[in-house]
């Protein structure tokens, strides 16, 4: 059997070995020779987003995102668009993403921010001219908590050629004089998407006008989801309580979820298992669990092991506990294998941890019962997990009933 970290190296993308029937690796580089097509000094075509760097901060590299590909147009940036896809097609049309930047700072209120600002707010891709110092160089960025990108280059000028489409609902909450945290809010309540919510809130556009600035795209997607998941437990802990033991489960991309409802006041377990060969763990020997907790009075401190995962998920669990009207206590299993071995952004976690509540859940009347289902579902022994466990090494007395009214 080959060692999962020598995955990649024995199979060179022909023999299938992660499981994916076209090769990853491959399916970007596939796409150079049309990369390289299409860079020049300059750029025309529709702008689908804007990226806010994190280094160099508080002066940071800010730009449109541009599309090279006219087929995905509508979709290269939408994340919430791209559950069920190959994995190799989304790194595909990922490579496409061009990444203009010039540095800023924060606080810039100058008109190349502005523009910026109307096209993280625009509802579909806009059309513009960038002219680059120099033409930009091929490359495929990927994190933990980003979307994947293609070539980046940096700006000279930036022209936006056609008039961003704003909805009237988004224009009416950003330019309003409240907090940030209160329009991120209202924009989810109106329906905007939590991806789309964080491209503004990374564009510096929202918040009363002497606290406005631009925030790093990998902080404001964690800090989006944060912000809208603590607004909306508010609620969440005044609910009634789920009177059974309820499990859902879903997988994608090699990332499987499983996720546990448990009688009682809100509470949260989150457990990541990476697979030696997953992303960020080819040196492992074996699978390295990593967990974080959250208490019923909320956590003091970020979540530094799993950072923008846990919240991700976290968002995922208190928006369905909203949706139903109901709290609980809370473990969730999330199980990375040795076929994810390119990280993709948080956005996996997130929509993967979603889509395990529109499957069919199961229920149980006792604690005991839920945990055998739970361990025949996961990779590991359960046993593994509840050493690390806050929750499930917890003995209460409703769990000897059999049931919860």
């Not at 009075?297 to 369905?320: L, N, P, V």
Request: glycine content about 6%.
């Amino acid at each position: 059997m080959v060692s999962p970290a020598r995955m990649c190296l024995y199979c060179k993308g022909s023999r299938n070995l992660c499981g994916w029937r076209v090769c990853p690796l491959y399916s970007r580089n596939r796409e150079i020779p049309k990369i390289k097509k299409s860079l020049k000094k300059d750029f025309f075509g529709p702008s689908t987003s804007v990226f806010v760097g994190h280094n160099f901060y508080p002066n940071v590299y800010v730009g449109p995102l541009a599309s090279l590909d006219s087929e995905n147009t509508e979709i290269i940036d939408s994340p919430e668009k791209w559950f069920g896809k190959p994995y190799g097609e989304i790194i595909r049309f990922r490579s496409l993403v061009l990444r203009s930047k010039a540095k800023e700072n924060i606080f810039s209120k100058s008109k190349f921010i502005e523009q910026n600002q109307e096209l993280a707010l625009a509802n579909n891709p806009t059309d513009v001219e960038m002219f680059f110092n120099k033409t930009p160089k091929i490359a495929f960025e990927t994190s933990d908590i980003v979307k994947p990108m293609g070539p980046s280059g940096t700006l000279k000028k930036l022209k936006i050629v056609e008039n961003p489409k704003i909805s009237q609902k988004v224009e009416y909450i950003v330019r309003d004089e409240i907090k940030a945290n209160t329009a991120g809010n209202l924009l989810y309540k109106k329906g905007v998407d939590v991806h789309k919510i964080s491209t503004i809130l990374s564009s510096g556009i929202l918040g009363k006008n002497e606290n406005k600035k631009l925030v790093p795209t990998r902080w404001g997607i964690t800090a989006t989801d944060s912000m809208i998941a603590d607004n909306m437990l508010k609620k969440v802990k005044d609910f009634p309580s789920v009177n059974e033991f309820i499990v859902f489960e879903s997988e994608y991309l090699d990332n499987h979820f499983v996720v546990l409802l448990m009688p009682g006041n809100w509470e949260f377990d989150n457990f990541e298992a990476w697979a030696p060969g997953s992303t960020w763990s080819f040196d492992l020997k074996k699978t390295e669990i990593i967990e974080e907790h959250e208490p019923n009075r909320g956590r003091t401190k970020y979540a530094d092991k799993q950072a923008g995962g846990f919240y991700a998920s976290r968002f995922a669990i208190i928006e369905f506990l909203h949706k139903i009207k109901r709290q609980a206590r809370v473990v969730a299993f999330r199980e990375i294998s040795e076929g994810y071995t390119i990280s993709l952004g948080v956005w996996v976690v997130r929509d993967t941890c979603r889509h395990a509540f529109r499957n069919k859940p199961v229920k149980f009347d006792t604690l005991d019962s839920a945990l055998t289902y739970v361990d025949s579902k996961i990779k590991l022994p359960l046993k593994d997990y509840r050493s690390k466990s806050v929750m499930l090494r917890q003995r209460k007395l409703e769990n000897f009933f059999s049931k919860i009214n």
